[in-house]
């Protein structure tokens, strides 16, 4: 009964410029999210690691996380025998450029990695375990090519195992973004997906399809990384197991803010809803109405929150700023901003219907915040 681990997506190399400051941080710790990736498969005496594609983000990804990859791969083989599997992805595709082809001798050499399409290769074959891997490599970003299209199981070999890099089609999926075809999984013991970057079922109660997702967050909108699968294959089908191997986890919190006074009180509820970790990535999504004259601004917000997680960002802003007539008053009539203010707020009673007065009502806030160089979007 074979075992396999299935990870796709690790991304190493990658810029990660939406962390800011802490991008350089992560993308140390992304090799050991490999690292960690590579225990799983001593620790659970695996037939074969699987990377179903993007082990890079680039076809020429930093020479240090190349040695790293080829280390640990080096330290599987003498630990466990583990054989390592890699499908080139859209951000590692194959081609003359790509770093599998330009030191296919490094690759080669340990003597138990497959790259599927170097030098046509078509599959990984393991007899002792009665077990084939097959896919078709990326040969570049983008493409309409439907995914496992030409490739087949071989009847020689009790347990099939298909890799894939894309998305699974369906009507709103983009026609260049390496479709799968789901009744392409028939045949097959187990389908090893990658390129949606979190944990995902793709066919059945049983299913014989899965992403593994990115084994740690490379990206703003990964909240279910963080993960690779165990396989077991036997005549009954694929059993699959969700073993965590990442470290970061992103939680997103969406505040109403009206009735806010300023930004230490908002800063309280953040902790309370989200106790600080320096392993959490916080997005914020800000709502409500607020004054005018608030001093609450998000790059301030998150400035009080940076000490309390791995990295804090507003991902959206759809607060509204609101006027009164005590407010209004407040505004000098000798200013820009002031008689401005006025004549939007003539406007607004002329209006004629209720979606003009709507739309001079958001024009009146948005021209007296701006006037007084505040950042709002609305």
Request: glycine letters at 8%; a negative charge.
């Amino acid at each position: 009964m074979p075992r396999l681990v299935h990870t796709a997506d690790l991304h190493l190399g990658a810029p990660l410029g939406w962390l800011g400051s802490r991008a350089g941080k992560h993308r140390e710790e992304l090799k050991q999210t490999l690292t960690a990736v590579t225990d799983l498969a001593i620790r659970e005496r695996a037939d074969c690691l699987i990377i179903a594609g993007d082990l890079f983000d680039s076809q020429s990804p930093p020479a240090s996380d190349v040695r790293h990859a080829l280390k640990e791969f080096e330290r599987l083989r003498a630990a466990s025998g583990t054989p390592v599997v890699i499908l080139p992805g859209c951000h590692d595709f194959l081609g003359p450029a790509s770093v599998y082809a330009s030191q296919r001798k490094d690759f080669g050499r340990h003597g138990r990695v497959t790259v599927l399409g170097l030098d046509g290769t078509p599959s990984a074959d393991f007899p002792a375990a009665e077990l084939t891997v097959r896919g078709t490599p990326l040969m570049s970003k983008r493409t309409s090519e439907h995914q496992l299209a030409s490739v087949v199981p071989d009847p020689a070999y009790k347990y099939n195992v298909a890799v894939a890099h894309g998305a699974l089609e369906t009507a709103q999926s983009e026609a260049d973004d390496h479709p799968i075809a789901g009744k392409g999984f028939a045949g097959w013991s187990y389908v090893a997906l990658g390129h949606t970057h979190s944990w995902r079922e793709a066919s059945g109660e049983r299913a014989d399809a899965f992403y593994s997702g990115a084994p740690e967050v490379v990206g703003p909108d990964d909240v279910g990384a963080g993960h690779a699968a165990v396989v077991d294959l036997d005549e009954r089908g694929a059993t699959v197991r969700k073993e965590r191997v990442g470290r970061k986890t992103i939680k997103r919190i969406e505040l109403d803010l009206t009735g806010s006074s300023n930004l230490a009180s908002i800063a309280e509820r953040v902790r309370t809803e989200a106790p600080p970790d320096d392993d959490t990535i916080l997005r914020l999504s800000l709502t409500g109405r607020l004054p005018v004259e608030t001093d609450v601004e998000s790059d301030r917000l998150c400035d009080l929150l940076r000490d309390d997680y791995f990295h804090v960002a507003v991902g959206s802003r759809s607060y509204e700023l609101s006027l009164d007539e005590t407010e209004l008053a407040t505004l000098p009539e000798r200013l820009v901003v002031g008689r401005f203010a006025r004549l939007m707020k003539e406007g607004c009673e002329a209006a004629e219907s209720a979606s003009d007065r709507q739309e001079s009502q958001d024009a009146l806030l948005l021209g007296v915040a701006l006037l007084q160089g505040r950042d709002v979007l609305s």
